[in-house]
């Protein structure tokens, strides 16, 4: 697993830190186009290679989206993620070159 290897992940896990933030929040003017280009807040929004990206959390809480999938090749990342939320969010383990969705599935990748 990748993120088993990186350095960041591990020197988290050396320092007994409950979580490993990559990346920093999710820019306000991405937000902002996202809910504004998508006035159905059942959308659905695919979030491929999500890692451990806060944007869906942020669009659930924020724009009020439902739908949201978040999918990412590391074990490591979807595990944390699940952890962390709960909520209305999906988290899936899967490869980016072999995902198993229907066609337009989504209306915003």
Not at 15 to 31: A, G, I, K, Q, R
Not at 84 to 90: D, E, G, I, K
Request: hydrophobic share 35%; proline share 3%; charged share 30%.
């Amino acid at each position: 697993d990748y993120a088993s290897s990186d350095k960041r992940y591990s020197l988290s896990q050396e320092h007994n830190v409950d979580h490993f933030e990559w990346y920093t929040s999710p820019d306000e003017d991405l937000l902002e186009l996202i809910i504004k280009l998508l006035p159905n807040k059942k959308a659905r929004i695919l979030d491929l290679g999500c890692g451990n990206s806060q944007l869906t959390e942020v669009l659930s809480k924020q724009g009020k989206f439902s739908a949201l999938t978040n999918v990412d090749y590391s074990g490591v990342c979807i595990a944390e993620r699940r952890r962390v939320n709960p909520q209305n969010l999906t988290f899936l383990l899967m490869d980016a070159r072999d995902m198993d969705f229907e066609h337009h599935q989504f209306e915003m990748v």
